[in-house]
């Protein structure tokens, strides 16, 4: 009797995220450094914002920061601080969040996909020298789910056909590559303090990293209009600010981050345990890379029959991202057609994404994986 009152596993839920555990934990401090924005009426920029760029391009390995508002105007203030748009090519990954492609597109340029390699669903750089034509200007490498792609050989051939290199690491923040940092290698890095991302704010958030200082100079214009002087707009910009309440928050959980990533790495070990000799296959991480899995993404046969399964057994599970760009409806008038990228197609049947975040416990892990395992043997 006892023995098997021991077997019988108690009913949980377990989230695809808990905000509430990671902010119940920094309650005061939040609402401590929000008031102190709220009584200066700092309401744009201001010392906060300031400071956040000064620690975010420290821990990037760059020498500048531009705060601003999100992860894709982060993108779209890069494209258009270096003059990307009509008549331009940009080439780009397509299994990756939809704010990659429509940056590109809303600047007048055409995204160029390439396919990416299985085993870590980055772009893959063996493919990306067929697809560079007079047009390209630019390659937009995604580190997704908190692992860098493979930036050697892709600042090589940004080299020798003299492209800009913007690193979209909106899921990668303080991840590395040979040791060097997310955002530090290309010719820009961008950063979304989006609240699922390892450093959330408590609302939109962004910031662009780069060591160029023209470029930087020029960011800063373009965050605010364009603006060089006093309503003097030497180019056409946008708002793109970093709102201060944001920097605010961001400032108090940014001496977290390292600990909250080594949290998720800490699971994803133990994930990895869990499914050591089963037929699920656990993220391959590249021994150059250290990741901070923003995303712990398996890849199982009968992806959305397990899905349901875990869904109906109150565990949340999410895929990213279930239609590759190239075959969104929006990009319909850029000519390509199911089968054209096959890994990208492959990995969109066959990912999910289980919960990592830095407060999940042990017991929900074995709780999670015990349901994969089950259903799967
Ligand atoms: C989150 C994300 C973005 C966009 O960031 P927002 O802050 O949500 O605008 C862009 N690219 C990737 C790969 C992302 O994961």
Not at 17 to 43: F, H, P
Not at 138 to 144: D, F, G, M, S
Not at 159 to 179: C, F, M, P, R, W
Not at 189 to 213: A, Q, R
């Amino acid at each position: 009797m006892k023995s098997k009152m021991k077997q019988e596993v108690q009913p949980m839920h377990v989230p695809l995220l808990d905000l509430k555990a990671q902010y119940s934990k920094i309650r005061e401090e939040i609402l401590e450094a929000v008031t102190e924005v709220l009584d200066s009426q700092y309401c744009i920029g201001g010392p906060k914002v300031a400071e956040l760029e000064e620690k975010i391009a420290q821990i990037s390995d760059c020498k500048y920061a531009v705060g601003v508002s999100s992860g894709t105007d982060a993108i779209l203030c890069s494209l258009m601080s270096l003059d990307i748009g009509a008549g331009d090519e940009v080439i780009t990954t397509p299994f990756t969040f939809f704010a990659t492609g429509g940056c590109i597109t809303r600047t007048g340029a055409k995204p160029v996909f390439v396919d990416i390699d299985p085993k870590t669903y980055n772009i893959n750089p063996e493919l990306i020298d067929k697809a560079v034509t007079e047009k390209t200007r630019a390659i937009i490498p995604v580190h997704l789910f908190g692992q860098m792609a493979d930036m050697d050989p892709i600042m090589e051939i940004a080299h020798k056909h003299n492209l800009y290199v913007i690193e979209d690491a909106a899921q990668s923040i303080s991840a590395t590559y040979k040791g060097r940092k997310a955002g530090s290698i290309g010719t820009c890095g961008c950063f979304s303090f989006f609240p699922s991302k390892n450093l959330g704010g408590i609302g939109d958030g962004g910031m662009i990293v780069t060591n160029d200082e023209s470029l930087y100079k020029k960011m800063v214009c373009m965050r605010n209009h364009g603006q060089t002087d006093e309503y003097q707009h030497q180019y056409i910009g946008g708002n793109f600010r970093l709102d201060p309440i944001q920097a605010a928050a961001l400032l108090v959980k940014l001496p977290y981050l390292d600990e909250w990533s080594k949290a998720r790495r800490d699971n994803a070990v133990y994930y990895d345990e869990r499914f050591a000799g089963s037929v699920v296959e656990t993220p391959y991480i590249h021994p150059d890379c250290v990741s901070i899995y923003n995303q712990y993404v398996i890849r199982v046969p009968n992806r959305d029959e397990l899905l349901e399964y875990l869904e109906s057994k109150n565990i949340s599970c999410r895929v990213y991202y279930p239609l590759p760009l190239h075959l969104q409806p929006c990009f319909k008038y850029l000519g390509y057609k199911q089968g054209d990228f096959p890994e990208s197609e492959k990995a969109a049947k066959e990912v999910m994404a289980l919960p990592i975040y830095p407060e999940l416990t042990d017991e929900m892990i074995d709780y999670v994986t015990e349901f994969i395992k089950a259903k799967k043997k």
